[in-house]
């Protein structure tokens, strides 16, 4: 069954220090998502993209995050300078196009600030 | 921004015991969905639901979408000791694609 690749599956970086993560979604999927999940929490969602556009961003801290999908496929996460309370697990999932189609996540990305 | 409760937080049973777990909003959702967690891994689909009173079931879990499509329910049949985890409800409002989560039902089976 195909699957929703993230890496690194670890990080660990000083505050201020910059980092990324990389998310290759199930191919054919047109609907990319970042979510971040604080630990004892249910994840919410930081940025969402139909093909290379952002379609909902609302929730990401956009002056240390930024998100980009060039090409429409593979999707890179980017904090900096990293904070303490950036410490979580950051979920990539994706899904076909439309409102019907359930999302399938990756492994995530285990985020621990220093 | 929607809020989606999930009860209860956590339960503690012997194996082969039903369980039955539940999530309410005080907005209607039109898609409901289900997920279990693992330790270290990412959420992993278990139940779509489309349409208000559908009931569907995958194996021995059973969820079903409120007619009020406010609220949705889990169930559990017989468990066994790797139904261990953690269990999310997530929700779609009409008109967004935008999938909202509870906090999660975390589910101890004893042997």
């Known amino acids: 069954e195909a699957e929703v690749a993230q890496s690194p599956r670890y990080k660990i970086t000083e505050k201020s220090q910059a980092v990324a993560f990389w998310c290759d979604p199930i191919s054919g999927h047109a609907t990319l998502y970042w979510y971040r999940q604080i630990l004892g929490q249910g994840p919410e969602l930081l940025v969402q993209f139909q093909d290379e556009s952002v379609v909902d961003d609302s929730q990401l801290p956009k002056d240390r995050f930024s998100a980009e999908r060039l090409k429409g496929v593979d999707s890179t996460l980017k904090i900096q300078p990293a904070e303490l309370g950036d410490s979580a697990m950051y979920l990539c999932a994706s899904s076909l196009e439309g409102r019907n189609s359930p999302l399938h996540f990756g492994n995530g990305t285990r985020l621990t600030v220093t | 921004g929607q809020q989606l409760n999930q009860s209860p937080q956590s339960m503690f049973i012997q194996e082969g015991e039903d369980v039955s777990m539940n999530c309410t909003s005080s907005s209607i959702f039109n898609t409901w969905l289900w997920y279990k967690q693992d330790p270290g891994e990412g959420p992993v689909l278990l139940i779509a639901?489309?349409?208000?009173?559908e009931l569907t079931s995958n194996g021995r879990l059973t969820a079903q979408f409120g007619i009020t499509r406010k609220d949705s329910f889990l169930n559990i049949s017989a468990s066994i000791p790797s139904d261990v985890g953690i269990y999310f409800c997530?929700?779609?409002?009409?008109?967004?694609?935008?999938?909202?989560f509870g906090k999660g039902t975390k589910l101890t089976v004893n042997p």
């Open positions: 639901l489309y349409k208000a009173g």
């Open positions: 997530a929700g779609r409002q009409g008109g967004s694609e935008k999938l909202v």
